[in-house]
């Protein structure tokens, strides 16, 4: 991945064919091999390292930032001095699983709020550095016309995550790599689930539903469904499987409700989003899973017609987890209610998905420790007449 980024952008094609070394890795452009004097003016060689800005996979834009992060010692003069006019921030600096920077260097070119391209931006630094290394070594060089191979080939996207290095999220991002996750129902809260899980680097994300896709879906899903595919039947997980496996890699579809021939398949993820409507399903899985390791993230909406002919809703999420499962069999019905008939009626009420999908997502990545959590909460409940979301049971 990181020599295809390269080769489809000049700015970074000229840079590598000028003799750069240089890598694409989560997100990140690194330079690496840039010379530099210590504080001992001993030559040195170090590794440049900036949020790499994309438009798309093929086009660069301008850095969004002229800060440039540093792997080495602090850069020194030939005469002793440190080079104060880049001095900035002191590290450590946690950019990514495989990135710590010791330094974040400061400089714009005289005259400009910025860079205007990452080759300009490269060069710039590189020759404040450059050309103290060449007052002690005259040969020494930046341009070694090393080619750099990519270290994460195997990564979860189909293309480069700049956005995280772009907002400083990705080290983080290592919380989920090797998480494997099931959604279990692609109705509309389960399909927004899948939209935002599917942004996040986990390893693996398996849908079960036997379901097809039909023209009520349609009004609940997340971006527009065509004519042409409510037409053809899809079920829904070839459908959402299909759409997100052009963004990322490892979805895979389960054309079959979870009963009890395969509900034990349930037991090798780390965690399940329950996300469907029928009460016996819930209670099977709650049995069967009531000894594993996994956490369960449970979803449910409810709908009411007042006496002004109104709608007030409610969205609810209910996590269980190995040893903390008590509760749920008094939060969460394990039957099918009258209720459930008007919420399927009811089909304008995609934000009351959308936003029970995102309230379980939120409390999947407080539980894994992305998000701060000082409510730790075992089930939580919004409901829109008073726009308030209700805590009950925490964690110890």
Same mark, same amino acid.
Do not use: M
């Given at each position: 991945m990181s020599r295809s980024v390269i080769s489809l952008n000049p700015t970074l094609l000229d840079l590598r064919n000028q003799g750069f070394e240089l890598e694409v890795r989560e997100g990140y452009l690194v330079v690496h091999s840039i010379p530099y004097l210590n504080a001992q003016g001993e030559v040195k060689l170090g590794t440049f390292c900036c949020p790499l800005d994309l438009v798309s996979p093929e086009v660069v834009a301008a850095p969004a930032t002229h800060v440039i992060h540093f792997i080495g010692e602090? *850069?020194?003069?030939? %005469?002793?001095?440190?080079? /104060?006019?880049?001095?900035? +921030?002191? #590290? *450590?600096?946690?950019? $990514?699983?495989?990135?710590? =920077? %010791?330094?974040? @260097? !400061?400089?714009?070119?005289?005259?400009? %709020?910025? @860079? $205007?391209?990452?080759?300009?931006?490269?060069?710039?630094?590189?020759?404040?550095?450059? %050309?103290?290394?060449? &007052?002690?070594? =005259?040969?020494?060089?930046?341009?070694?016309?090393?080619?750099?191979?990519?270290?994460?080939?195997? !990564?979860?996207?189909?293309?480069?995550?700049?956005?995280?290095?772009?907002?400083? $999220?990705? &080290?983080?991002? #290592?919380?989920?790599?090797?998480?494997?996750? &099931?959604?279990?129902?692609?109705?509309? $809260? #389960?399909?927004?689930?899948?939209?935002?899980?599917?942004?996040?680097?986990? /390893?693996?994300?398996?849908?079960?539903?036997?379901?097809?896709?039909? +023209?009520?879906?349609?009004?609940?899903?997340?971006? /527009?469904? !065509?004519?042409? &595919?409510?037409?053809?039947?899809?079920?829904?997980?070839?459908?959402?499987?299909?759409?997100? !496996?052009?963004?990322?890699?490892?979805?895979?579809?389960?054309?079959?409700?979870?009963?009890?021939?395969?509900?034990?398949?349930?037991?090798?993820?780390?965690?399940?989003f329950l996300c469907v409507d029928k009460g016996d399903v819930r209670r099977l899985i709650y049995d069967r899973l009531a000894d594993s390791k996994v956490v369960i993230i449970d979803t449910g909406i409810d709908v009411i017609r007042t006496e002004d002919n109104q709608l007030i809703g409610t969205a609810r999420v209910t996590m269980s987890l190995p040893g903390q499962r008590d509760h749920v069999f008094e939060r969460i019905s394990m039957a099918d209610g009258n209720r459930e008939a008007l919420y399927k009626a009811a089909v304008q009420i995609a934000e009351l998905n959308a936003i029970n999908a995102q309230l379980a997502v939120l409390r999947w990545k407080r539980h894994c420790g992305f998000y701060y959590d000082s409510a730790r909460e075992l089930n939580a409940t919004l409901t829109t007449a008073s726009n308030k979301v209700v805590n009950s049971e925490q964690l110890p």
């Open positions: 602090y *850069p020194h003069k030939h %005469n002793g001095e440190k080079i /104060a006019a880049i001095e900035y +921030q002191a #590290g *450590p600096l946690p950019l $990514t699983q495989t990135l710590t =920077a %010791n330094f974040a @260097f !400061s400089n714009k070119p005289q005259g400009t %709020n910025g @860079f $205007t391209s990452f080759y300009d931006k490269v060069w710039h630094y590189t020759r404040i550095l450059w %050309n103290e290394a060449r &007052a002690a070594a =005259a040969d020494v060089t930046p341009l070694t016309y090393k080619v750099v191979e990519a270290e994460s080939p195997d !990564s979860a996207f189909q293309y480069e995550d700049t956005a995280s290095a772009r907002y400083g $999220t990705t &080290a983080l991002n #290592g919380i989920f790599t090797s998480q494997r996750i &099931a959604i279990v129902g692609l109705g509309g $809260t #389960g399909a927004y689930v899948l939209d935002a899980v599917a942004k996040t680097p986990v /390893a693996e994300i398996h849908l079960y539903d036997l379901d097809k896709l039909q +023209q009520h879906n349609a009004f609940r899903a997340p971006g /527009a469904v !065509s004519r042409e &595919a409510l037409d053809a039947q899809y079920t829904k997980v070839d459908y959402f499987g299909h759409l997100y !496996s052009a963004f990322r890699k490892h979805i895979v579809p389960h054309c079959i409700n979870v009963t009890e021939v395969n509900v034990d398949e349930l037991r090798d993820f780390d965690y399940v």
